[in-house]
């Protein structure tokens, strides 16, 4: 969907002369790139303004750090500084000192409260407590609402405390179910609040008027990953009358790069405390900032990818492709085994997305843009339409070579041409990695991107 | 309830007048200079990246008035408005949902579709309700078998709205509520069907996959079925409502799009760019969770409303 930003300011650097050290003018057309991609993330522009600020502070008459292009040399700062900005507080949810410990989640409309509430009474009890949590559904307005949380809890065989709808309210239910968990002695209580506008001054007061009643340990603000420019103003005003916790960012197995929990960190500064990764009730997990830095740089959740890369390609084989890069010998014979690997793994486009560097390659694709899998094709037909030896050495193409490989493939001799810029530039990136020792290696896997898309060997 | 609703509508509106006076009295501000200075761009630039719209669709937008002579600042905004609405123009939007009028039995069929929480089931409600007022009698497919108490939630609006809701239990084949429901419409001499179906991210394949089965059960039952598939979009979505966009109209070829939550403060400025991309028309706006909050859509008054409203604000 988006291209790798380490694609694009490779595309800047080539342009441009940066030698030793970054040059201003080098940092501000790099730092257009790093813009635009944050804004295609929906960071909120004056987030975004404030952080190209930062960052051009920093590079500004940096040296080169050792074995980063400059491409890389921005990236790294760039990631670094908004894994900084994620990394604030603490993202685990603490028990109180005396049970039960009070959760009271609140949002807007159709953000996911009522299924969050669910999957935290499960991540919750998986995480060790031997009484259950309980559920206090204090959402009385939507219609069902109170219906779809006890469903969800009897799915999850955890209690659930409900008053009906036409004789109650929000308040009452929710300092009845709190009281009802200290009866319990429920380790935690999950309040489910109804969603609403911040501007909804009446509504707004609802939840201050529960949150003096039931004095809860956490209020945590529910939030869709999909959320734009307005999250600022959202979160704001929940957090200027609520006092906000900790956030939840939900829908996270879609395609949003996220950049909403950049700007609400940003502006009120409250931890990340879990994403919400699909609709079933195990579908929450903890919040790592440095994987949601590179999300929403679109650079590709790298660990993500090792991680099934790992389920994919046996320990043999990384064990040969590591041999073969600390040898640099990565050929395009490896290249298109790593191509098929990842084709094995799961839907295409979201995979490339998720490899550092896969993106310059989508680019230089014909079209450009997005990959599908007959592009991806097209690619493995010219490395499948060399010999063995052109595999191997790739220099050896000259131009009357790549005539036929295009022909034979079906493409354009520049198809080619572009495949081999690209196979060329990985090789390089190779060769530093080949001269990394394993520990940086494994920093480089993690944070930086523009590092090789390979699994990590155990 | 309704007095209830009423109430707190006009709270919202006050508040989100407040917070539009803001953005559009600065646009206002902004104008007023002679020329459209470079930093003007800028901050209109900033003004249409706040309302969602998107980089490149803003410097399209942009370049479509930066280059203009030297002009008041009615006309600069005037300017703007224009290509807006332009944009939003695109694509023709129908003068009534369905042509003619309705005739009983008629079972025309109205697939509503979107990811998770953007207001889809709401919208039905608000919608039947809607088309009841001209003169339409709908009936309700309860399509959504996957959400725990979402066939209650339909029941309930179905009870508060007065139109009937053809239901199965959670779990159930949604295909088969739908060819249900498709045979009682035409039972009970309805002339519209409005099928529910579960939020859905775009990006799943599996079930996305199931939409476009549901769509050809729809069209095995009718080969004009589904006469309309409203997307629905939460206004309060960022630049991810494109690819949303993209996605289902690849699958299940939408015909428009409900644009939910704009009682907020959200603008709602994808649409803009989905509008550029898709030439998909937005057909009605949400504007709250009461059964009256959907409003047509119209493009002068969209574009135009949205800058009136600064007239009252003191420039910045
Ligand atoms: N403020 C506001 N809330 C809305 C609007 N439309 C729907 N909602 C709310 O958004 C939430 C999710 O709506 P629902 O219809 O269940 O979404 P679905 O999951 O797409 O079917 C509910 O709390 C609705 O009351 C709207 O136009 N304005
Ligand atoms: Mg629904």
Redesign the interface.
């Known amino acids: 969907?988006f291209d790798a930003l380490t694609a694009k300011l490779t595309g800047v650097f080539q342009r441009l002369s940066g030698k030793g050290h970054l040059s201003e003018k080098d940092v501000d057309e790099a730092l257009r790139e790093v813009r635009?991609a944050l804004?295609?993330?929906?960071v909120?522009?004056r987030v975004a303004r404030d952080l190209v600020a930062r960052v051009r502070e920093k590079l500004l008459g940096v040296e080169l750090q050792q074995g980063l292009n400059p491409a890389q040399q921005v990236v790294k700062v760039v990631n670094d500084e908004l894994t900084a900005v994620l990394s604030g507080g603490d993202h685990k949810l603490k028990p109180s000192p005396q049970a039960p410990t009070i959760i009271m989640l609140v949002g807007?409309?159709?953000?996911?409260k009522t299924t969050t509430a669910a999957k935290l009474a499960l991540n919750l009890r998986r995480s060790g407590t031997i009484m259950k949590p309980l559920l206090i559904a204090a959402d009385l307005?939507?219609?069902?609402?109170v219906?779809?949380?006890?469903?969800?809890a009897k799915?999850l065989d955890m209690p659930v405390y409900t008053e009906a709808p036409a004789t109650s309210n929000a308040l009452k239910a929710a300092t009845n179910g709190v009281r009802r968990a200290k009866d319990l002695d429920a380790p935690w209580a999950i309040v489910d609040t109804g969603g609403r506008?911040?501007?909804?001054?009446?509504?707004m007061q609802e939840l201050v008027d529960i949150k003096q009643a039931v004095n809860p340990h956490e209020i945590l603000l529910v939030v869709?990953a999909?959320?734009?420019?307005?999250a600022v103003?959202?979160a704001g005003e929940f957090h200027k009358q609520l006092g906000l916790t900790g956030l939840i960012l939900t829908?996270m197995?879609?395609?949003?790069?996220g950049?909403?929990a950049l700007s609400i960190t940003a502006v009120i500064g409250v931890p990340i405390k879990f994403i919400g990764i699909g609709?079933k009730p195990d579908g929450l997990e903890p919040f790592f900032p440095d994987r949601m830095a590179s999300r929403i740089l679109g650079m590709g959740d790298v660990l993500s990818l090792v991680e099934k890369a790992e389920a994919v390609i046996d320990e043999k084989k990384a064990r040969e492709l590591e041999k073969k890069l600390r040898q640099s010998t990565f050929d395009l014979q490896d290249f298109l085994d790593q191509l098929k690997a990842v084709r094995k793994m799961g839907?295409l486009g979201?995979l490339m997305d998720m490899i550092p560097g896969m993106g310059a390659i989508k680019k230089r694709l014909p079209n450009g843009g997005d990959v599908d899998e007959y592009r991806l094709k097209q690619v493995e037909a010219i490395v499948l339409s060399m010999t063995a030896r052109e595999r191997r050495s790739p220099d050896v193409l000259d131009a009357s070579r790549k005539r036929r490989v295009a022909k034979g493939s079906g493409t354009a001799v520049q198809d080619v041409n572009q495949l081999l810029n690209q196979f060329r530039e990985m090789q390089k990136m190779m060769k530093q990695f080949a001269k990394m020792k394993p520990k940086q290696i494994e920093k480089m896997m993690k944070g930086t991107p523009g590092a090789p898309q390979l699994p990590r060997p155990r | 309830m309704p007095v209830d609703f009423l109430?707190?509508k006009q709270?919202?509106e006050e508040?989100?007048k407040?917070?539009r006076e803001g953005w559009f009295g600065k646009l206002r501000g902004i104008f007023r200079g002679q020329k459209l200075s470079l930093t003007a761009v800028g901050e209109v630039e900033?003004a249409l990246?706040?309302?969602?719209v998107?980089?490149g669709t803003t410097e399209k937008l942009l370049a479509a008035v930066k280059d203009q002579s030297p002009g008041s600042p009615e006309e600069h905004l005037s300017l703007l408005k224009q290509a807006m609405g332009r944009l939003l123009k695109q694509s023709s939007v129908p003068a009534k949902l369905f042509p003619g009028q309705p005739r009983p039995g008629d079972a025309q069929v109205v697939l509503v579709v979107g990811?998770?929480?953007?207001?889809k089931t709401t919208t039905i409600a608000k919608l039947a309700h809607y088309l009841k007022g001209e003169g339409y009698k709908p009936l309700i497919a309860a399509g959504d078998t996957?959400?725990?108490?979402?066939i209650?939630?339909l029941?309930?609006?179905g009870q508060?709205v007065g139109v009937e809701v053809i239901a199965h239990t959670?779990g159930a084949d949604t295909g088969a509520v739908i060819f249900d429901a498709y045979k009682a419409a035409q039972a009970r001499r309805a002339n519209v069907l409005i099928v529910d179906t579960a939020g859905r991210?775009?990006?799943?394949?599996n079930l996305m996959e199931e939409l476009r089965k549901i769509r050809r059960i729809l069209e095995r039952l009718n080969p004009e079925a589904p006469q309309h598939t409203l997307l629905v979009l939460?206004a309060?979505?960022?630049?991810?409502?494109l690819?949303?966009a993209r996605a289902f109209m690849e699958i299940v070829q939408c015909t428009g799009i409900v644009l939910a939550?704009v009682?907020?403060?959200?603008?709602g400025?994808?649409v803009f760019a989905i509008a550029e991309e898709l030439k998909l028309p937005v057909l009605f706006m949400g504007t709250g969770?009461g059964i009256d909050d959907l409003t047509p859509f119209d493009v002068e008054e969209f574009v135009d409303g949205l800058f009136t409203t600064s007239q009252a604000a003191p420039a910045t």
């Open positions: 969907m635009v804004l295609e993330a929906d909120n522009f807007l409309q159709g953000s996911g307005r939507r219609p069902a609402a219906d779809q949380l006890a469903s969800l799915q506008l911040q501007i909804d001054e009446e509504l869709d999909m959320t734009g420019q307005d103003q959202v829908k197995d879609g395609d949003a790069r950049g909403a609709e839907s979201q | 109430r707190r709270k919202t508040g989100l407040k917070s900033e990246l706040a309302a969602d998107g980089l990811v998770n929480g953007v207001g996957f959400r725990a108490a979402a209650e939630q029941q309930v609006w508060r959670q991210l775009h990006t799943k394949h939460d309060t979505t960022g630049q991810n409502g690819a949303q939550k009682d907020g403060t959200s603008k400025g994808i969770e």
